[in-house]
Nanobody, 118 residues
Framework: QVQLVESGGGLVQPGGSPRLSCVASGVIFSFFSFYDMGWYRQAPGKERELVAGITSGGTSNYADSVKGRFTISRDNAKRTVYLQMNSLKPEDTAVYYC?????????WGQGTQVTVSS
């Protein structure tokens, strides 16, 4: 069973650049490297949406709304995936969730709130 813990959220001013982290436990680092990882977000009254994903092979993809502003990366030795967020906008306000997926197994963290406001 993989457990995911997100951190790095909080209140951020527009234009800010926080970095979210997601640390996995319950899996050794060599197995962590086999997981496709993703960051999702859910704003009030909206459905959860994919923000960015990175495959086990290191290929990344992004939602159109964050392309050029957000960067996903992973450190398999640390069993951690990051989301560097730049030029934040109020519409980026949401709970951000980390996801790990391999075959039919999918695991979620509890989420970290990011609020963009002056």
């Amino acid at each position: 069973q993989v457990q995911l813990v997100e951190s790095g959220g909080g209140l951020v001013q527009p234009g800010g650049s926080p970095r979210l982290s997601c640390v996995a436990s319950g899996v050794i680092f060599s197995f962590f490297s086999f997981y496709d990882m993703g960051w999702y977000r859910q704003a009030p009254g909206k459905e959860r949406e994919l923000v960015a994903g990175i495959t086990s092979g290191g290929t990344s993809n992004y939602a159109d709304s964050v392309k050029g502003r957000f960067t996903i990366s992973r450190d398999n030795a640390k069993r951690t995936v990051y989301l560097q967020m730049n030029s934040l906008k109020p519409e980026d306000t949401a709970v951000y969730y980390c996801n790990a997926r391999r075959f039919q197994n999918s695991y979620w963290g509890q989420g970290t709130q990011v609020t963009v406001s002056s």
